[in-house]
């Protein structure tokens, strides 16, 4: 599968280009189409997100433009697969536009996706093919490397059916590796007993080993999982998830399914072994987390403190008379060990505002004379600056 499917094909093996759909959306015939695909866009921002609603509004909106189309005189002769490419190429525009509304809109989304991500991060520190009952002949680690590369194009793409394609392609080098051992080593095909073990063991170790999410800010072991499938149920066309498709999407929505209840009774494994395992991996990681944040830190780099070195180079800026690095700083650069750095500033600035404002308070009773007789009689309060003392004094002696 191509890096950038612009132009690819259908399960009904039309061509789908959608430059050609731009190219003819460019057209000032299809001004009224134009102007349809841009007020839905813009009205759907008005809405407050939520996925099953906004799934059927994007389908109704399908259907309505799929039967504009049909009747528009710049398609009056156009075949079923042009037809077809016009629905594909609205479809990309739109969720293109939309997707940042659309993917993952809700923070229950995120939070499946934490936990999927999180429980998978365990898995594959122990986790074997004999766990799943794979059988020998299809341990074929180029295969599944290659199947894993395919699942983790995933988040590369914003549509749906391209999102689609990357779960397609990954499931056909596994439907691929399962026709050739039947074919070569005489491995009579068990059918979905054969491949969703396979494509589960696939899914888990899609990934490189989880590493700190507060310093990559990236997600793992595919990015998102929870929220792609979802993406792609909702706001694909359904005309479209049939058939191949639909087998493929369902087999790894059951892969998700399966992880997320995992335990030791689904495995071949002992469950004592298995709890085991998993609190050694949840050990492993959390050792692993806290190493990351120490190795961040400026302390160990040489630093007097874990304040980040650009802050350090304020703080030595006497020109600015600051000895406060945190000023400058963002929110997302402080970390745990930053807390008593930034309360032993606090309690600084507390100290040295109390002195100075004592003493402040007492150069200004200092300053304060009491009333002298004026030239007319009345008298007046004498607050003066610093540098008109002395000619005040010299009066006084006077």
Known sequence: MEAAPSSSSTSSGGPVTFYDFLDRMRNPASLDLVRSIKSFIVSFSFYTPNPDNDGKKVQDF????????????????????????????????VMTKLFSRTFASVPEDAKIDREVSEKICLLQ???KPEHLD????????????????????????????????????????INNLLLNASMSENH??????????????????????CKNKKETNEQANPPQ???????????????????????????????????????????????????????????TLTQTNRATQIEASPTLQGQTDPTPARMHDKEKDTSGGSNYPYMDAEAGELTV???????????????????????????????????????????????QPEGTNTKIDHQRGN
């Open 62 to 93: 399908y259907l309505s433009m799929e039967a504009a189309i049909m009747e528009h005189p710049l398609w009056a002769a156009a075949t079923f697969e042009e037809l077809d490419s016009a629905m594909e190429g609205l479809e990309k525009y």
């Open 125 to 127: 520190t122990f986790l």
């Open 134 to 173: 794979i059988p020998a002949v299809l341990h074929n680690e180029a295969s599944w490397l290659l199947a894993e590369k395919e699942l983790q194009k995933i988040n590369t793409f914003k549509a749906p059916r391209e999102k689609l394609l990357c779960i397609m392609s990954c499931c056909r080098v």
């Open 188 to 209: 009579a095909l068990a059918g979905l007993d054969d491949f969703l073990p396979v494509l589960i063991y696939v899914t888990i170790k899609a990934s490189s080993p």
């Open 225 to 283: 999982l929870h929220s792609n499938l979802k993406f792609i149920q909702l706001y694909r066309r359904q005309a479209k998830l049939v058939s191949e498709a639909a087998y493929y999407f369902t087999n790894l929505v059951s892969a998700k399914t399966f992880i997320v209840d995992l335990n030791g009774k689904s495995l071949s494994m002992d469950e004592i072994k298995f709890e085991e395992s998993m609190q050694a991996a949840r050990l």
């Open 337 to 383: 060990g930053d807390v008593e750095r930034l309360l032993s500033l606090y309690k600084d600035v507390v100290t040295k505002y109390t002195s100075l404002y004592k003493v402040v308070r007492h150069l200004s009773m200092s300053k304060t004379e009491t009333p002298v007789p004026h030239s007319e009689g009345t008298s007046v309060l004498l607050t």
